[in-house]
């Protein structure tokens, strides 16, 4: 910021054409010292009057000069030139100079005052970008440490700078940084004087020494390629979709009509992401914990805790009320899984999982662990406890050897259960193949194992059974998982409410693989909340487009029992789909086969299906007898003792 006072040179107003043209910038020229009638000129314009627009009085250019000053000879064809309007006039010397020629309406005027330094930039930069240049803040004159003085100049003021120099023999390994944008020493300007909260202009000089942009680039100018708050906004919420700055570009590209109407290249869609991250910084963790506190403040019964280990971030969880009204909704079966590449910090992303009454996917909370050892889960799965005041009945989690330690000592009256599918994936690998490949055994295990009728006395005697007729008894894996088979074999969870809601952790590896969608490994912890929250709100959107279906679904029953519609009235359409196929079962399928009364007055009564793939037998009990309890019918029977527990 220069201090001097200004000079009478740049206070005076450039009057003649001459010395308006060569204003103070460019007196100590000599190419400017001879007179005009030697100049070469040249109108280039192909859509506006070959007049020269009119200036402020002050500097008012005779556009009989100018008329004159042009030969007929020496103006372009306006029907084959350039769409972009300007003069082009070469001295002596052979310097060639540009001079914008737009409407008189974006012309700036000697004289006008304006109330704030915005306005007077926001009028330079609307006659700039109509002129085919870039605006930069000049230097500031300062009197007695008050402003008085202040330049608007084109973006190429200023001298090149030179390459550098090094003392050093090898200069092949010195590399340049290679830059489009070069400066010119361009004299444009106009000088703003500041007096009384008054910003007026004072002088305007016009005169470019390089070319001017045409009309088809202006969107490449660098005024335009800034990027609007709009703009700067898709690129983020794109970003919480895992879409990148380049595919933002072309997705904002398509939906504007074209790269002309887009504002910025990819280049500067590239920055702008870039430098978002940079902004973050190493404040990340900071604002990723500050964010938690304002929504714990200004959130009814958020929840969100969190431990920090040498000055780092070690541990965090959180819960809204919306997760707390799904859990004491939905809570009955509990899943979780760790999930990986979500963040660059590498912190293990844990997001506890149930199904809703539409069997759908419903988030309970989430963490994030540094590591994945006993004392992590345990402080997590603790956290999740205080957040939600009670226990699941099931509690469903993979082989890790944490998670095996910590759930018991957390959920003490939880029953924990592994998942079948990461137990029975290892089977080629556990097992020889030629023993898989040219035995059923495969399929018998299967059998066996998914088996959700059968009691665990009949799961032990038919195991045992198998591997005598394998020859696999002494089998090391086998054993092992025979050892454990209270904590996987659906026989052993057959007398706990909802067990069959979830058997494995399919559901759960769904919900974070939905996460992972919206979130990369590149992502601060900030922009992963972003994600994570956005991801959510997914997941809750899709919720109530199954509320809505449900409400507005009408009935249409395939049999005429009372049962089938009192299920739809109770029940949503997911639900009630699974319901009615057993009702349908119920009718034509199923039927009595035996009948018993017990010492108690109660009946006990033996149901059979004539879908002999099955070979099942339900055994109900009913008190009082059928007959005084109003069912007339098996499907009756079957529908309500099956299904009493889904409500």
């Known amino acids: 910021m220069e201090t001097n006072p200004p000079t009478s040179e740049l206070m005076s107003p450039v009057h003649s054409f001459p010395n308006r043209f060569f204003c103070s910038d460019f007196q100590n ?6 007179p005009a009638s030697v100049y070469t000129y040249m109108h280039v314009d192909c859509s506006r009057s070959s007049e020269a627009p009119v200036r402020s009085p002050d500097v008012v250019i005779s556009n009989n000069f100018m008329n004159n000053a042009f030969n007929d000879d020496q103006v372009m064809d306006n029907e084959e030139g350039p769409s972009n309007p ?41 006659y700039a970008f109509e002129a085919g240049f870039s605006v930069s803040k000049g230097q500031t004159k300062v009197w007695n440490g008050i402003p008085t003085h202040k330049y608007l100049r084109c973006s190429k003021y200023g001298k090149p700078q030179p390459k550098r ?10 590399k340049h940084r290679r830059t489009n944008f070069t400066w010119c020493d361009c004299k444009a300007s106009i000088l703003v004087s500041i007096s009384n909260d008054s910003y007026t202009v004072l002088s305007f000089n016009d005169i470019h020494n390089h070319e001017l942009v045409e009309s088809y680039n202006c969107d490449l100018s660098k005024i335009s390629r800034k990027l609007s708050f709009s703009t700067k906004q898709f690129i983020h919420n794109m970003s919480l979709n895992r879409i990148g700055p380049m595919r933002a570009y072309r997705c904002l590209v398509a939906l504007k009509g074209g790269h002309h109407n887009v504002n910025g290249t990819p280049v500067d869609f590239k920055n702008f992401s870039h430098q978002l991250r940079i902004f973050i910084g190493e404040r990340d963790a900071q604002v990723f914990l500050e964010r938690l506190r304002e929504r714990f403040d200004n959130l009814p019964n958020f929840y969100f805790d969190y431990t920090v280990s040498n000055g780092k971030l070690s541990s965090v969880f959180w819960a809204d009320e919306i997760s707390k009204l799904n859990y004491k909704a939905f809570g009955d079966v509990l899943a979780f899984d760790a999930t990986y590449n979500t963040n660059r910090y590498k912190m293990v992303f844990v997001p506890f999982t149930g199904v809703d009454h539409h069997f759908q996917c419903v988030t309970f909370g989430a963490g994030l662990i540094s590591t994945e050892s006993i004392e992590s889960y345990v402080w997590l799965l603790k956290a999740f406890l205080k957040a939600h005041g009670t226990q699941p009945i099931l509690v469903l989690s993979d082989q890790d050897p944490s998670m095996l330690q910590a759930v018991p000592m957390v959920f003490t009256e939880s029953r924990h259960r592994l998942c079948m599918w990461h ?3 290892k089977l080629p690998s556990k097992i020889s193949a030629d023993v898989l490949d040219n035995t059923d055994l495969r399929s018998c295990i299967h059998r066996l194992v998914w088996n959700v009728y059968i009691k665990p ?3 032990e005697s038919r195991w045992n059974d198998l591997l005598q007729t394998f020859g696999l008894q002494d089998h090391s894996w086998l054993n092992d998982m025979y050892n454990i088979k209270h904590l996987w074999v659906p026989a052993y969870f057959r007398e706990l409410p909802m067990c069959c809601l979830m058997k494995t952790t399919s559901r759960c590896e769904s919900s974070n693989a939905a996460f992972k969608v919206n979130s990369t490994s590149a992502n601060t912890l900030v922009q992963f909340m972003m994600c994570f929250e956005n991801r959510v709100d997914s997941q809750r959107y899709r919720q109530r487009v199954s509320e809505y279906k449900t409400s507005s679904t009408m009935f249409t029953g395939n049999t005429d029992l009372a049962i089938e519609q009192h299920a739809f009235a109770i029940y949503t359409n997911a639900v009630f789909a699974q319901v009615q196929k057993e009702i349908i079962k119920g009718k034509f399928l199923c039927y009595i086969t035996n ?3 017990s010492s108690n007055s109660s009946l006990l009564i033996d149901v059979t299906h004539l879908d002999k793939r099955n070979n099942i037998t339900n055994v109900y009990q009913t008190n009082p007898p059928v007959a005084h309890a109003g069912i007339s019918h098996v499907s009756d029977i079957c529908v309500a003792m099956s299904f009493a527990s889904i409500d």
């Not at 020229?29 to 001879?34: L, P, Q, Y």
């Not at 120099?165 to 010195?174: A, G, I, N, R, Y």
Request: aromatic letters at 18%; charged letters at 25%; proline letters at 6%.
């Open 29 to 34: 020229d000599e190419e400017f010292n001879a």
């Open 86 to 126: 300007y003069f082009v006039f070469d001295t002596p010397q052979g310097t060639r100079y540009w001079i914008p020629n737009v409407a008189d309406k974006f012309i700036p005027v000697c004289g006008k005052s304006y109330p704030t330094f915005a306005d007077v930039l926001s009028m330079y930069e609307l």
């Open 165 to 174: 120099t090094f003392d050093t023999l090898d200069e092949s390994s010195v």
């Open 423 to 425: 137990i029975m994936k």
């Open 457 to 459: 006395e009949t799961f």
């Open 595 to 597: 009948q018993t009364e």
